[in-house]
C-alpha cells in the first residue's frame, strides 16, 4: 500500500528578484502569507569562477533580457552577496518560512553552506561537479537537493552511489527534470519520476519533482506518482525583463498549486470503511430498500 508524504512546496524565486533585495523580501512575503509555501530558494554564483573570460565578457545571448553590458555584468547585476543572502534568510526565519538557495561552484557552496540552511540544491547543470558535492558531503550536515534535467541514467546511478559511498544518500533529495524554459508538455516525461522512485525511493530521502512547465496540473500529476518535492520558479510579474519569468508562476499560480496539492493529500485514502459516515446519511434517505 502506498503511502503518501505531505506535499512540501518549494518557490524558486532565483534571480527574479531583478537584483533587488526589497523585491526578493517582498517576493519571500507573498509567498508566505499569500501562496502558503513551505520553502523559497535563491541562486547563488559566483560568477568568475563558473564563467571563463570568454564567456564573462561577451553580450547576452539575448540582450532584451540582459542586466549588464556583457553576460559577466548581467550575472553580477543579478547577484546578492553572502551578507545578503543571511540578511534574506534572517527575514525568512522571522516570518516562517525556509530559506534555501542553490549553488553553482564550489564557493558558493562554501559561502551558502556557512549560513547553515536546511538544505541546498545544486542545479543539474552542476551535478557532476564532484569537487563541489565532495566539499558539501564533508562539511555540510543538512539536506542535498539535486536536480536531473539534462543528466544521463548512468550519470544518475553514478551521482547516487556516491552519496551512498559518501554515507550522504539518506540526506539525498533527487528531482525529475527536464532543463528547458518553458518545457513543453510532451518534454515533461513525468513517467520517470515513477522510474526513480523504483531504482532510489529505498536508497534517497525523498524523490522531488522541479517543474518549468505551463499551468499546476503537472504538478498534481508528479505529487500523484510519488514526488512530494514540488519545485517551481516563481515572480510577482510573469512579464518582467529576464529569462526565467515566462516559464514562473504568479502568486496566485503558486496558492492554487499548493491549495491543490494538500487536497490531493487528504483525498488519496482508502475508505476505512464500506459506508462512511458521510454517505450513512445519504443511504438512509437515498438508498432504494426494495432491493
Not at 564573462?56 to 533580457?65: K, L, R, T
Not at 552577496?81 to 534572517?90: C, I, S
Not at 556516491?162 to 508538455?185: A, I, M
Amino acid at each position: 500500500m502506498t503511502e503518501f508524504k505531505k506535499p512540501y512546496v518549494i518557490a524558486e524565486i532565483g534571480c527574479n528578484h531583478k537584483g533587488d533585495i526589497e523585491i526578493a523580501k517582498e517576493l519571500i512575503k507573498i509567498a508566505k502569507i499569500f501562496c502558503n509555501v513551505d520553502a523559497v530558494k535563491f541562486q547563488k554564483r559566483n560568477n568568475t569562477e563558473l564563467l571563463t573570460e570568454a564567456q564573462y565578457n561577451a553580450p547576452h545571448p539575448n540582450a532584451s533580457n540582459s542586466y549588464g553590458d556583457t553576460y559577466g555584468a548581467h550575472r553580477e547585476f543579478l547577484e546578492f552577496d553572502a551578507n545578503e543572502h543571511q540578511e534574506l534568510k534572517d527575514y525568512c526565519e522571522s516570518i516562517g518560512i525556509t530559506y534555501s538557495t542553490s549553488v553553482w561552484d564550489t564557493t558558493s557552496a562554501k559561502e551558502i553552506a556557512s549560513l547553515k540552511p536546511e538544505f541546498i540544491k545544486i542545479p543539474s547543470a552542476c551535478n557532476n561537479n564532484f569537487d563541489m558535492l565532495g566539499w558539501l558531503c564533508d562539511h555540510y550536515r543538512g539536506e542535498i537537493h539535486i536536480s536531473t534535467g539534462m543528466t544521463t541514467k548512468n550519470e544518475t546511478d553514478t551521482l547516487v552511489n556516491y552519496f551512498v559511498e559518501k554515507g550522504r544518500n539518506k540526506d539525498l533529495v533527487l528531482y525529475n527534470c527536464t532543463s528547458g524554459y518553458p518545457v513543453p508538455f510532451e518534454d515533461v516525461c513525468l513517467l520517470d519520476i515513477t522510474l526513480l522512485n523504483q531504482k532510489y525511493g529505498d536508497t534517497v530521502k525523498h524523490i522531488g519533482f522541479s517543474g518549468h512547465h505551463l499551468g499546476i496540473a503537472v504538478d498534481i500529476a508528479a505529487y500523484t506518482l510519488g514526488a512530494n518535492i514540488i519545485e517551481r520558479h516563481y515572480t510577482i510579474d510573469r512579464t518582467w525583463k529576464g529569462t526565467d519569468h515566462a516559464a514562473s508562476l504568479e502568486p496566485m499560480g503558486l496558492r492554487k498549486l499548493s491549495r491543490d496539492l494538500n487536497a490531493v493529500y487528504s483525498a488519496l485514502s482508502f475508505k476505512s470503511t464500506d459506508i462512511l459516515p458521510i454517505e450513512q446519511v445519504q443511504r438512509d434517505k437515498l438508498k432504494n430498500r426494495k432491493l
